[in-house]
């Protein structure tokens, strides 16, 4: 009997407000997650279980616009179709943002980049709008000294100082291709691309820069917080709010071929 014919992967490009989730990754009842919501949705269009991996496992309360996911089907319907059936059935804080069709061979844990956004708000009054989208920091910063703190990111660096403790990756060397924050009135923004991120690592990165715009670490003392490798030279990890993946990034994309998306993007 010959082989059945593969079933075929799909990519998914998906927003979510993380604020309610624990997490994008799976995990057991009655823990909520991301991941665990858009594989009922499909499911549920497809009449089958169906299992979807994803490139980031961002943390509980983190944000996404770009988040990338892979799964696997025979979709026999219009693509725009099925995507706006799936969004019927998600919560109305995740929306699928695009759906393409890609190679079976597509490895969704093969990012060549990501880029993170962190959102703070500087300012003696809190937010009142998209206030769960921003960190909440009252005291004043120095966006110049903030800023020539980023540039002792960039490089490829061990960022062990600037893992969280819940992960067990065996390799801590990322490179880190552009890291800048610029303000616009009472929001701070700091925006990071790399090949890759440890466990808490952009948040303890934030956590530093606010230090050092209170003069309270000197910028240099980010490149002795990685010469050292010591949790303890760097700043407080800063809180999930602020967070969001923007997008994720892949060697092997086609802009343009059979691609289903809602206007905008970044």
């Not at 979510?16 to 919501?37: E, L, M």
């Not at 206030?131 to 020539?148: D, G, L, T």
């Not at 948040?203 to 490149?223: A, C, D």
Request: glycine share 8%; with cysteine.
């Amino acid at each position: 009997m010959p082989d059945p014919t593969p079933l075929q992967a799909y990519k998914l490009t998906i927003a979510y407000d993380g604020t309610g989730y624990s997490g994008w990754q799976r995990q057991r009842d009655p823990v909520i997650t991301v991941q665990q919501v858009v594989e009922k949705a499909l499911s549920e269009i497809l009449n089958r279980p169906i299992g979807v991996s994803g490139a980031s496992r961002t943390d509980a309360g983190v944000h996404a616009w770009g988040q990338v996911a892979v799964f696997r089907a025979e979709i026999t319907i219009d693509l725009n179709r099925f995507r706006m059936a799936v969004n019927s059935r998600l919560p109305h804080d995740v929306l699928i943002r695009r759906i393409e069709p890609v190679s079976n061979q597509f490895d969704v844990t093969r990012a060549q980049r990501k880029r993170y956004r962190y959102s703070i708000w500087q300012s003696k009054d809190r937010p009142i709008f998209n206030r769960q989208f921003m960190y909440h920091y009252w005291q004043e910063v120095s966006i110049e000294a903030m800023r020539a703190g980023c540039r002792y990111f960039e490089g490829r660096h061990d960022f062990i100082a600037f893992r969280g403790g819940q992960d067990d990756r065996q390799t801590t060397e990322r490179t880190i291709f552009h890291c800048d924050i610029h303000r616009r009135e009472s929001l701070i923004i700091m925006s990071v691309e790399g090949d890759g991120f440890l466990y808490h690592m952009v948040r303890n990165m934030v956590g530093t820069l606010l230090e050092i715009g209170r003069q309270r670490m000197r910028p240099e003392q980010v490149r002795c917080a990685i010469a050292s490798g010591q949790r303890s030279d760097a700043g407080p990890c800063a809180p999930a709010a602020g967070l969001c993946l923007m997008w994720v990034r892949y060697p092997q994309d086609i802009p343009g071929q059979h691609v289903v998306s809602i206007a905008g993007g970044v």
